[in-house]
């Protein structure tokens, strides 16, 4: 799992340099890497082993192009350093995939009765909040299930919890710190169904490396019979991405009732799902440039465009700014100072590059002047001809000068008068060219604000590579 993702490593403080070249040269040492990798996560050896005894070979290209495809990298089956990037980041030990691809799949446990003891504790933490921190780890996959948890304290329950370093006897010996943080074996007698987390990582109950109740909610899916998940929200994404709350996803909610079916609950629990930049019903919360890139904000992720990267990222907000709200609802870049700002109720954050500002979250009523009556901003974007920034609220604007760093007067106004044929309601503008580009619902307006007509409307999600 990792500490910091791909994104955080390619470089951010640049302007419009954008992102650099990948390096083409693939140093010896990163080579073992890779096939240390494969080895770990994808079989490479194993499978190798099987092939050579019916006079086939699966090279490494082909080992390569599968883990692009998982962590829907480009698939180039080569060591890029795209690709290097996700191999260096911390992660659970279960393979990606099914460690014997030719057994019958869909292991569970045949009560949904189980019982769990904790063998040792860890000394980062004391040992109650270790124990309620387990505590709320099942109680995430109970809430959605029909499994239920007692914990026993004495002799053989179905899951064994443990902390445990290097080779500890089940042929899957940890690595010291980072890289491998736990590993957890499916539903069965014996070691199934137990976890082990490394003891050579640091635990924590708050958002530094590493999170234990992240990390053992996520072991718990596999001692439930889950396997790795494709999509970044899910808590069984098998790279660790620290997002500030421990949640299921309807992606790992849909995993445990696919075994168990569903809750016992009258009112089945649902969770958030992970926005797909080519859903042609993608809306969005906010949108803003940053340094000549583009970032989309939906509830927990952002969505980033930059000319230099053909694929869509799609990340938690926390990753980059990890004191941010969710659920943005406005955002804009005041370019001349170099700052983000972003909204949700009255109040507002600042960034730069990674940094949130000291001294934030501010109110928008003393630093904007909007009357009490303004609840919250629906839209913002900044127009760098006249240094006047636009706030849309429900069917009204406001213009604030950022040089005055006052309202204007005689506003608010009408949408309808202002910027006519875009509707009486915005999710979210940017400027880009020195057009405006408004978002409602699943609609794009693209805006001349010098002849005040719309050049062309568009899908919300046209920014995105989508066929
Ligand atoms: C689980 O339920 C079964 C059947 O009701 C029962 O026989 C068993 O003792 C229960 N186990 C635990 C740990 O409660
Ligand atoms: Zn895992
Ligand atoms: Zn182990």
């Known amino acids: 799992m990792l500490s910091l993702p791909l994104l955080l490593l390619l470089l951010w403080g640049t302007g419009s340099q954008g992102f650099p070249a990948a390096t083409s040269e693939i140093q ?56 290097l990037n996700v191999m260096k980041q911390a992660r659970c ?68 919890i443990s902390f445990v370093w290097r080779d500890h006897g089940d042929n899957s010996p940890f690595d ?62 098998p790279t660790y991405i620290f997002s500030g709350d421990v949640q299921l996803s309807q992606d790992d909610i849909d995993g445990i009732q696919a075994i168990y079916g569903p809750s016992k609950n009258p009112i089945q629990p649902i969770g958030p799902q992970t926005p797909r930049a080519c859903d042609s019903q993608l809306t969005f919360d906010a949108i803003t440039t940053l340094r000549g890139e583009v970032m989309f904000f939906k509830d927990k992720f952002y969505m980033r465009v930059s000319s230099f990267y053909p694929e869509t990222e799609v990340n938690f907000i926390a990753v980059f700014w990890p004191t941010l709200a969710n659920g943005l609802e406005a955002a804009y870049e005041f370019a001349d100072r170099d700052e ?7 109040k507002y ?23 009490r009556s303004v609840k919250s901003i629906d839209a913002a974007v900044f127009e760098e001809d006249t240094g006047k920034t636009y706030f849309f609220v429900a069917n009204k604007y406001w213009r604030y000068d950022e040089y005055k760093r006052s309202m204007d007067a005689g506003y608010p106004k009408l949408i309808a008068d202002g910027f006519p044929g875009i509707g009486n309601k915005v999710d979210a503008v940017f400027q880009k060219d020195g057009f405006f580009h408004f978002f409602h619902k699943t609609r794009q307006y693209k805006f001349d604000p010098k002849t005040k007509r719309i050049l062309t409307l568009q899908k919300a999600n046209s920014w995105f590579n989508c066929r």
């Open 349 to 371: 954050w600042a960034v730069r590059g990674y940094d949130v500002l000291p001294g934030y979250p501010r109110d928008i009523y003393r630093s904007f002047g909007f009357p």
């Open 176 to 237: 010291g710190p980072g890289g491998n943080l736990a590993h957890a074996f499916q539903p069965g007698q014996g070691i199934g169904g137990d976890v082990h987390f490394d003891e050579e990582e640091r635990w924590t109950n708050d958002f530094t490396d590493y999170n234990l109740y992240h990390v053992a909610a996520h072991e718990l899916g596999h001692s439930f019979g889950l396997s790795h998940s494709t999509d970044i929200g899910a808590l069984m994404y």
């Open 93 to 160: 030990g279960v393979p990606d995939i099914a460690k014997f691809v030719l057994t019958e799949g869909n292991p569970r446990w045949e009560h949904t009765n189980l019982t769990y003891r904790i063998e040792n504790y860890t000394p980062d933490l004391p040992r109650a909040v270790v124990d309620h921190t387990i505590e709320k780890a099942f109680q995430l996959w109970s809430n959605v299930s029909p499994l239920t948890f007692t914990k026993v304290f004495k002799g053989q329950a179905d899951i064994m």
């Open 340 to 346: 983000i700002r972003l909204f949700k109720g009255h």
């Open 28 to 83: 010896e040492q990163d080579m073992e890497m890779v096939k240390k990798y494969l080895e770990n996560y994808y079989n490479l050896n194993s499978d190798e082993k099987q092939m050579k005894k019916m006079r086939k070979s699966i090279p490494v290209v082909e080992k390569l192009k599968q883990m692009q495809k998982f962590f829907g990298l480009k698939v180039t089956g080569k060591p890029n350093a795209e690709t």
